[in-house]
């Protein structure tokens, strides 16, 4: 049947935040393609969610090149569903990829050489069958490459219009300064950062995104529920479909301790107060500084997509409930 998207998908009222200082809005929830979008995921459930997520007002689709698995399984995925049925909505899309993580064999398949990024996008845009991507990003900083090359290399993709923006992805509040005053050089100023950040996982709060409010970038936080801990996922157990049974390099069983799930159950306490699940919950709480634009989650089935989105329905906290937080994750993530 072709797919006709919900005529009410922008009418959910504040879905969308301005990313730092530019032209574009982001919507509070986005999508992002790491799993479930692989060859060996079921093709139907990932159509499911990828229409779903657009009918939600979902306009933002984070992918980069070594996403599977294989790697690149996941924008091949992606560029067969825009093929079939998005295509004709191109323009109400954002669509990303990365490069620096292993593609290929040999000198010029990872990190952040020139040669490197530049073909490793024009392999994404192929695997996608897009003219262009809207945000390219360097996945990490590449410690022997000068950042004057990667940047240099990001500002070419997009003065060729084979990108729209340039972003960077899990840089120091340091080498994001350094490389933000090239690319601004350069004329491609950083639209974007995307770090990793949840209630268990506070690191950037330090330093990197101060940085990044004085900087003016957005940041898209991945990773927002911890790949599922801060869920109920694993409320009764580590179920076979779950990440952390069904593919542990990334969630391993034993980073599933008793503590983490009775964490996890007391935070459902606060939630469940606050009229949400644990996810809503815990996506809300990423979004309460207004410097992070996004939160980027992946989902194995329409229905976690569905109330993920949920979250937008009450963004605010109160003092109390955020000193409740703070009471159970204690000194955790820090
Ligand atoms: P999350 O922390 O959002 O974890 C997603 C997992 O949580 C899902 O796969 C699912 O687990 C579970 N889940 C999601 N929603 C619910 C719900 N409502 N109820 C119960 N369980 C739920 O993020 P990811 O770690 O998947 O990362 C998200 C995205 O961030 C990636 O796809 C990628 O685009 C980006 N990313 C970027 C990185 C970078 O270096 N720039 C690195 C990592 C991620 P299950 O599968 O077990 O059902």
Known sequence: ????????????????????????????????????????????????????????????????????PPEGAAEETFGRILLEELRPWRDELVITTKAGYYMWPGPYGEWGSRKSLLASLDQSLRRMRLEYVDIFYSHRPDPGTPLEETMGALAQAVRSGKALYA????????????????????????????????????????????????????????????????????????????????????????????????????????????????????????LRNPVVTTAII???????LEDCVGAAGKLGFAAEELAGIEGVLGAVGR
Not at 244 to 267: E, H, I, M, N, S
Request: hydrophobic share 40%; glycine share 8%; aromatic share 8%.
């Open 298 to 304: 992946g989902a194995s089935k329409v229905s976690q």
């Open 1 to 68: 049947m072709t797919y006709t998207p919900a005529p009410t998908r922008y009418d959910v009222p504040g879905f969308y935040r301005r990313c730092g200082r530019s032209g574009i809005r982001l919507p509070v929830i986005s999508l992002g393609l790491w799993h479930n979008f692989g060859a060996v995921d079921t093709p139907d459930t990932a159509r499911a969610i990828i229409r779903r997520a657009f009918d939600l007002g979902v306009t933002h689709f984070d992918l980069a090149n070594n996403y599977g």
């Open 167 to 286: 972003g960077l992805s899990n840089y120091s509040a340091a080498d994001t300064l350094r490389a933000a005053k090239l690319l601004r050089e350069l004329g491609t100023p950083c639209l974007i950062h995307q770090p990793r950040y949840s209630m268990l996982d506070r690191q950037i709060e330090a330093e990197l995104l101060p940085a990044l409010e004085r900087e003016q970038i957005g940041a898209a936080v991945y990773s927002p529920l911890a790949k599922g801990l801060l869920t109920d996922r694993y409320f009764q157990g580590i179920p076979a479909d779950a990440r952390a049974g069904r593919d542990p390099r990334f969630l391993t069983p034993a980073q599933v301790t008793p503590d983490a799930v009775a964490r996890a159950k007391r935070l459902n306490e606060i939630a469940r107060a606050r009229g949400q699940t644990l996810a809503q919950m815990a996506l809300a709480w990423t």
